[in-house]
């Protein structure tokens, strides 16, 4: 099975696939370093090393959007949506791409756990279902069930 990841904001939780989450974290981390510098935040270095450890370390922590001030909430989303948006345009990421991304490089193969494409629709209804959480408008999952986003195959239903 592929690794999860928590994503929770207040009593609201879905899982991530690891991957997709990942590469949407690194591509909304390269949103925001082409901001340039005198329009980012002066936090903003820290946010960015936050989506790249996120992305690096998969499954290994949740991901809490309570922690981030509203602020910083609102530049991640930004930055996250534009990601998706970018990706989508582009059809999606192969792996000989995110082999050129410095934060993979020639892990690209392992990290995408042998994949050589991620489709762009699974990334950008993940990037949709993070705004919705934050927004707590996401809908609810079946009873005793989690929404899981991400997959090759789009948000599935977990547990139960």
């Not at 899982?15 to 901001?35: K, N, Q, S």
């Not at 329009?39 to 903003?44: D, E, F, G, N, V």
């Not at 991304?101 to 629709?121: F, K």
């Not at 809908?139 to 069930?145: F, N, T």
Request: net charge negative; glycine share 8%; proline share 6%.
């Amino acid at each position: 099975m592929s690794k999860t990841v928590p994503v929770i904001s207040g009593d609201a939780m879905f899982w991530a696939y690891d991957v997709a989450l990942g590469v949407l974290f690194i591509e909304a981390a390269r949103v925001g370093a082409e901001t340039p510098a005198d329009l980012r935040p002066s936090w903003w270095p820290e946010l960015e090393q936050d989506l790249r450890t996120h992305a690096l370390v998969g499954s290994s922590f949740a991901v809490l959007l309570d922690d981030f001030s509203v602020e910083q909430r609102h530049v991640l989303l930004k930055c996250v949506v534009e990601a998706a948006h970018r990706i989508e345009a582009r059809g999606g990421v192969s792996r000989d791409e995110l082999s050129t991304w410095p934060d993979l490089e020639e892990s690209a193969t392992s990290y995408l756990r042998g994949a050589e494409h991620i489709n762009a629709a699974p990334l950008v209804e993940l990037a949709e279902a993070l705004v919705d959480l934050a927004a707590g408008t996401l809908p609810p999952a079946p009873a005793e069930r989690h929404w899981y986003y991400g997959t090759p195959k789009g948000r599935i239903v977990q547990g139960g």
